[in-house]
C-alpha cells in the first residue's frame, strides 16, 4: 500500500493563478479531508468528504473548491491564489468517521504565493 | 467551541530525560482525545489516543490519561531518545454538526544527545 499520497511536495504559485493539488488513497477509505497548517495554529479543515460524490465545508473554506468523483482521489482547487495561502496543505484520510478511527495523513504541500 | 490548548515549545531535552507535553482541552461532554505526531518533513501520524475518562493511551513508550476533571491529556514519556525529536499535536474529536477533529497548535520537541 502506498497510503496517502500527495503531489507535488512543493509549489510557487504568483498571486491570481490556479492549480490543483492532487490526493489520492489506495485504502479503500471513506473518509477524506484537507487540511492547512500554518505555524502556531495547529491543523484547520479546508473540505471533507464522507464518500464519493458527497463534500462539505471545513473551517477555512474560502478559495478552495474540491471534488470527489472516486473513492480513491481527493483533489484541492485553488481558484485565484492569494499570498494568504501560502501554507502546508496535508490531505488525510480515514475508513470512517474521523472520530472513530484514525486518521492517515499525505506527506504535505508546501505552497508559496508570490 | 470546542477547543485545544498546549505547550507550544520549542522543548529542548537531553536523551534519557523525562518528557511531558500538557495539553488541555474544552469541550461539552466526552470528546476521543488524540496524541499525533510529525516528523521532519513527513504527514501526522497517530500516537495514541483514548475515547473516555480514565482511559490510557499508550505507544512507543508514550503514554497519556484521559482526565476528565481536569479536562487534561498530558503526554508523558520516561526516557526519551532523539529519535523522539518532532511536533507533537494534542487533538479532540466532539460530533457536532460535522465531522471534524480539532488540533492544538502543536509542541515541538528536540532531544540532543
Known amino acids: 500500500n502506498a497510503g496517502v499520497t500527495q503531489t507535488p511536495k512543493f509549489q510557487v504559485l504568483k498571486t491570481g493563478q490556479s492549480m490543483t493539488l492532487q490526493c489520492a488513497q489506495d485504502m479503500n477509505h471513506e473518509y477524506m479531508s484537507w487540511y492547512r497548517q500554518d505555524p502556531g495554529m495547529g491543523l484547520r479543515l479546508i473540505h471533507y468528504s464522507v464518500g464519493a460524490g458527497i463534500t462539505d465545508q471545513g473551517e477555512v473554506p474560502n478559495g478552495y473548491n474540491v471534488s470527489r468523483s472516486t473513492t480513491e482521489d481527493f483533489p484541492l482547487r485553488l481558484l485565484s491564489a492569494a499570498p494568504s495561502q501560502t501554507s502546508v496543505y496535508f490531505c488525510a484520510s480515514s475508513y470512517g468517521g474521523t472520530g472513530s478511527y484514525e486518521q492517515y495523513f499525505g506527506p504535505g504541500t508546501r505552497l508559496t504565493v508570490t | 467551541g470546542n477547543s485545544v490548548t498546549q505547550m507550544e515549545g520549542p522543548v529542548t531535552l537531553s536523551e534519557e530525560a523525562f518528557l511531558t507535553i500538557n495539553c488541555t482541552y474544552t469541550a461539552t461532554g466526552y470528546p476521543s482525545l488524540f496524541w499525533y505526531v510529525q516528523y521532519p518533513g513527513e504527514g501526522l501520524q497517530l500516537l495514541l489516543k483514548?475515547?473516555?475518562?480514565?482511559d490510557k493511551g499508550s505507544n512507543k513508550g508514550f503514554e497519556a490519561t484521559y482526565r476528565k476533571e481536569t479536562t487534561s491529556f498530558h503526554l508523558e514519556k520516561g526516557s526519551v531518545q532523539v529519535s523522539d525529536s518532532a511536533v507533537y499535536f494534542c487533538a479532540l474529536y466532539r460530533k457536532t454538526s460535522y465531522d471534524k477533529v480539532i488540533f492544538g497548535p502543536g509542541t515541538s520537541l528536540s532531544v540532543i544527545p
Open positions: 483514548a475515547t473516555k475518562a480514565d
